[in-house]
């Protein structure tokens, strides 16, 4: 088998796509690109749940198309949170999401909000 790397895991999910849905795929990364294996990525609103491969690529399959709230998460990482991505019919644009440690956001939370607005991580 060929793999595709511009439509991760597309040979492996062929015999499973429902085309009357949405596809969403796209990456994982850390600030500096490396990419991040392990990452939890989950559709709140239809509770869909992948894991990012060995790469930080991933694919969630036969989505209604509407707006959703995608989530990524991963130990040592602040959550992730993407509010009204729209998912079209089909298979739709890759998506890079990047993640920042907790120890980085932890400082930029002090360098610019107010000690009264920062949320315990």
């Known amino acids: 088998m060929t793999m595709n790397k511009s439509h991760p895991g597309q040979e492996r999910l ?5 085309h009357t849905m949405g596809h969403i795929r796209g990456k994982i990364t850390d600030i500096n690109g490396k990419e991040i294996e392990g990452s939890k990525i989950w559709i709140r609103e239809t509770g869909q749940s992948t894991y990012s491969d060995k790469y930080g690529n991933f694919v969630l399959i036969n989505i209604p198309p509407a707006l959703y709230t995608v ?4 130990e040592g990482y602040s959550l992730s949170v993407m509010p009204d991505l729209p998912i079209f019919l089909g298979d739709n644009p890759g ?6 440690s907790c120890a ?4 930029l939370h002090k360098a610019y909000l107010p000690d009264d607005l920062i949320l315990q991580m």
């Not at 989530?71 to 991963?74: A, F, T």
Request: hydrophobic share 60%; net charge negative.
């Open 104 to 107: 980085i956001a932890m400082r």
């Open 95 to 100: 998506h890079l999401f990047v993640l920042c």
């Open 71 to 74: 989530v990524i998460e991963h």
């Open 14 to 18: 062929a015999g499973q796509l429902d």
